[in-house]
């Protein structure tokens, strides 16, 4: 024990003095908040000028009517209007493809911004396109569409005999709110965004913790190997010494990055009063960061210890990388059917558990026996794990050359 707490400490100490983790250690909550509050930012930012759009109107109908409502509805901080609508064919018999070529040079010329082609040749045949060479832009698509709905719906109803303006007032607008119920049946507070926001904060805390210090084991390894350094190491501790004490200094570095920001979470929510999670979920979730942790730890040093190259590591890591992005992709779909059988299914694979676990508990709470049958397979899997990756390190960290087959480090899992 006091062997493997010297490697730990000497682990810990060393990489805990180092500038890339210092400004790791601040840098990473920045770019996650960053990641999550700029696009928001962006995307919310009202233009600065106006807008030129070109409509073509084979129903003939449409193209005024769209231009008044578009620029008096649309305005800029200075009192433009945001969009100046400008016509530009609106014959039913006109040469459509031509009109569409003109409109199109206009486009590439920057004379317009963007142009809306009304191909049908009545209000019940109402298809309509954007074209414009900025298709990023999805709020001027969105107004779009929003103002040709009410332009159209109001003159098919005025085509009935009815009053367009009585319509509009006896419309109902009407938001639903989604109120989350706990497995008693009581209220909570929990909306999609917070739901959403809880599950993938701990998806990327895991994925960033698993990364960083996954390949520092690696490297760590491989490091020693080229350099000889490993021979000395084992000449005073055993191999099974060293690869414990590797895995505990570095699960203190991750753990000291993960609860130092978590202390900033924490004061952020004191801060503003927003509660992300309930404490006893984030209980659970942290377990299952734990477990999740040690767990590809072991597969980390067990897959590194072969390895003798940068190159060898980087690919290794990569394909381990591949398997924490599979619930992040996941995510929506899951959050749709959390009881699905898909998602319990993959909740039983161990490379999934911790994150697939992640996304269920904030969702919808899953049975106690579930978690207990979670957390049962995932100290399994943890002590299984561990001691395959003692045996290939036992063997395989005093090994150079060339880096052995697939078939011979399953034969050192197998008979030690």
């Not at 992300?276 to 960061?289: D, S």
Request: net charge neutral; aromatic share 8%.
């Amino acid at each position: 024990m006091n062997k493997m707490l010297a490697v730990a400490r000497w682990e810990y100490l060393e990489k805990v003095k180092t500038k890339a983790f210092i400004i790791g250690l601040f840098l990473t909550p920045g770019l996650m908040i960053a990641m999550s509050v700029l696009p928001t930012l962006f995307i919310s930012q009202e233009d600065k000028e106006s807008k030129v759009v070109g409509v073509i109107d084979r129903s003939g109908e449409l193209a005024f009517t769209f231009a008044q409502r578009m620029q008096e509805r649309y305005r800029l901080s200075n009192g433009l209007s945001n969009y100046v609508i400008r016509p530009l064919a609106m014959e039913p018999g006109m040469d459509l493809e031509k009109e569409i070529a003109d409109a199109s040079a206009k486009a590439a010329a920057d004379e317009i911004e963007g142009f809306c082609i009304v191909r049908g040749t009545s209000l019940a045949d109402s298809v309509v396109e954007y074209r414009s060479k900025a298709v990023g832009d999805f709020r001027i698509a969105i107004r779009i569409e929003e103002v040709l709905k009410g332009i159209i719906a109001e003159k098919r109803i005025a085509s009935r005999g009815l009053d367009p303006r009585l319509v509009n007032e006896l419309a109902v607008r009407l938001d639903v709110k989604m109120v989350k119920l706990s497995k008693a049946g009581e209220r909570e507070e929990a909306g999609f965004e917070r739901v959403f926001f809880s599950a993938y904060l701990f998806m990327m805390a895991l994925f960033l913790m698993i990364v960083t210090s996954g390949q520092m084991l690696v490297r760590s390894v491989i490091e020693e190997k080229s350099n000889r350094i490993v021979e000395v190491l084992v000449s005073s501790c055993s191999p099974t010494e060293l690869m414990a004490g590797k895995v505990i200094g570095l699960s203190g570095l991750a753990f000291t990055q993960i609860g130092f920001w978590g202390l900033i979470g924490i004061a952020v929510s004191l801060q503003f009063g927003i509660t992300i999670i309930e404490a006893g979920p984030a209980l659970l979730l942290m377990v299952y960061f734990i477990l999740g942790y040690l767990f590809y730890a072991a597969v980390f040093i067990g897959a590194g210890s072969p390895l003798t190259t940068e190159q060898e590591a980087q690919q290794v890591t990569s394909y381990l990388v591949m398997i924490l992005i599979v619930p992040i992709v996941l995510a929506f779909p899951a959050m749709k059917s959390p009881d699905a059988t898909w998602l319990k299914v993959l909740t039983y694979i161990p490379f999934l558990t911790p994150t697939m676990m992640a996304l269920r508990i904030p969702i919808q709470m899953p049975s106690a026996w579930e978690i207990v049958a979670t957390m049962a397979l995932m100290l399994v899997s943890i002590f299984a794990a561990m001691v395959a990756a003692g045996r290939i390190f036992r063997i395989a960290v005093l090994s150079t050359g060339k880096s052995p087959k697939l078939a011979e480090i399953i034969r050192w899992v197998i008979t030690g």
